[in-house]
C-alpha cells in the first residue's frame, strides 16, 4: 500500500494527529501521552520563564523538539500586534517558522476574531512565517486565508476545549472541496469518533488538546485518538458504499436449503 | 552601596536592581537562564542572542524573557 503522507508547507509527516501540549497533568503525562498518540507535530505555547523559581521543569526537557516537530502558538492573543509578537519571539527560541495563529476576539467561546486574523496571516506570511491558521468554518474567509498564503487551513468544529464535536458538517464539506492547503480540524474534537468523522469528511488531519489531556485517562485516549484518526483516514481513502434506504443481503441466495 | 552606581530594571515585570555596567549576558547569567530555549525582548525589540554581552542595561529598560510551555 502506498505511505500516505501529510505535506505541510514542503514538510513530511506520517501521523496525521496533532497534538496539543497543555491541560496536562504533569509534563510527564504530556510526553507520554504524545508518544502513545504517534503525533509527529505538537503545539506549544510562549510565555515569560519564571525567574524567581528556576526549579520549574521545561517542556523542551520532556519532548525533544528535534524529534517532534514544535508548532508555536498564539494563545490568548487577541489583537494582530500580539500574534506578532509572538510568534516572532517563537521564531528567535529555535528558529520555528512553521507557526499556529490563533487570533481570539470572544473571551467566552473563544471564537476567532477573523479580521485581525487575515491581516496577521498577510504580515506574517510577508515575514516569511508558514502559517498554519486556526479559523471559523466560514468558506469565504477561509479562502482569504488561503489566498494571503496560510499554510493550513483550520477551522472549529466546536469552540475550544468544548467537545462538542463537528458542529456544521456541510461547512467542512465545503472546505474540502474548496480548500488546496491542508485542511486540519482544529479545536471541539470530543471523542475519537469525532476524530474518526472529521478525516471521514475528508481533513486531511486533526488538532486535539483538551479531548486528551482532560479525558479521565489521557493515556488510553490518546490512543483512541490515534487509531481514530486512521481509521477515519482509510475510510476516507477507501471510497464508501453508496447509503441507500433499502436492506441488500450479505449472503448469496444460491444454494439455500 | 552607592546608589549611582545602581540602575532599575523590569525583568518578567519584576523589579531588580542591577549594577552600572550591566549586560544582558550577565542578567541571563545571573538568573540562570538556558540561553538556547529562550528569546529576549529588551523594551519590546528582539534581541540577538548572540550579541548580549554588547548590550548595557539602562535604567528602566524592560526586559522578557520567554521560553515554551504547554499549550493547545
Redesign the interface.
Known amino acids: 500500500m502506498k505511505i500516505d503522507i501529510l505535506k505541510i508547507a514542503n514538510k513530511k509527516f506520517k501521523s496525521r494527529l496533532i497534538v ?5 497533568k504533569s ?1 510527564k503525562e ?1 510526553a507520554k501521552a504524545i508518544k502513545i498518540s504517534g503525533a509527529e507535530i505538537v ?7 519564571n ?2 523559581d ?1 526549579s520549574k521543569p ?3 526537557d520532556y519532548i525533544d523538539p528535534k524529534k517532534i516537530t ?1 508548532l ?2 498564539t ?1 490568548g492573543c487577541f489583537n494582530s500586534k500580539d500574534a506578532l ?1 509572538t510568534l ?7 528558529g520555528w517558522k512553521l507557526v499556529k495563529l490563533e487570533v481570539l476576539g470572544d473571551k467566552k467561546n473563544l471564537f476567532p476574531d477573523m479580521i485581525e486574523t487575515l491581516k496577521s496571516t498577510e504580515v506574517l506570511t510577508k515575514e516569511g512565517f508558514k502559517v498554519m491558521v486556526y479559523c471559523n468554518d466560514d468558506p469565504l474567509m477561509c479562502k482569504r486565508l488561503e489566498n494571503s498564503g496560510a499554510s493550513a487551513i483550520m477551522p472549529l468544529a466546536a469552540p ?2 468544548s467537545g462538542l464535536g463537528i458542529q456544521n458538517k456541510t461547512n467542512i464539506k465545503i472546505l474540502r472541496h474548496q480548500t488546496k492547503v491542508p485542511l486540519i480540524i482544529d ?1 471541539g474534537i470530543g471523542q475519537a469518533s469525532d476524530a474518526v468523522e472529521a478525516m471521514e469528511l475528508g481533513c486531511d488531519a486533526v ?1 486535539i ?2 479531548a486528551i489531556a482532560q479525558a479521565k485517562k489521557p493515556l488510553q485516549m490518546a490512543e483512541a485518538m490515534k487509531y481514530g484518526v486512521i481509521s477515519g483516514r482509510k475510510s476516507f481513502l477507501s471510497g464508501r458504499i453508496i447509503s441507500k434506504f433499502a436492506g441488500s443481503p450479505s449472503t448469496p441466495k444460491k444454494g439455500l436449503i | 552601596m552607592n546608589k549611582k552606581n545602581k540602575i532599575k530594571i523590569v ?4 523589579h531588580l536592581t542591577v549594577n552600572l555596567k550591566f549586560s544582558l549576558k550577565n542578567l541571563i547569567e545571573k ?4 540561553i ?6 529588551l523594551n ?1 525589540e ?1 534581541v540577538d ?1 548572540k550579541k548580549l554581552n554588547k548590550i548595557f542595561l539602562k535604567n528602566r529598560d524592560k526586559i ?9
Do not use: D, Q, S
Request: proline share 3%; hydrophobic share 40%.
Open positions: 496539543g501540549t497543555g491541560k496536562y509534563m504530556c503545539t506549544v505555547a510562549v510565555r515569560r520563564v525567574i524567581v528556576k521545561l517542556l523542551m514544535y508555536p502558538n494563545a509578537r516572532r519571539l517563537a521564531r528567535e527560541i529555535g475550544i476545549g479545536a488538532l488538546n483538551t | 525583568v518578567n515585570g519584576k538568573l540562570k537562564t538556558p538556547n530555549k529562550v528569546a529576549i525582548e519590546e528582539i542572542k522578557e524573557i520567554v521560553h515554551f510551555i504547554g499549550g493547545g
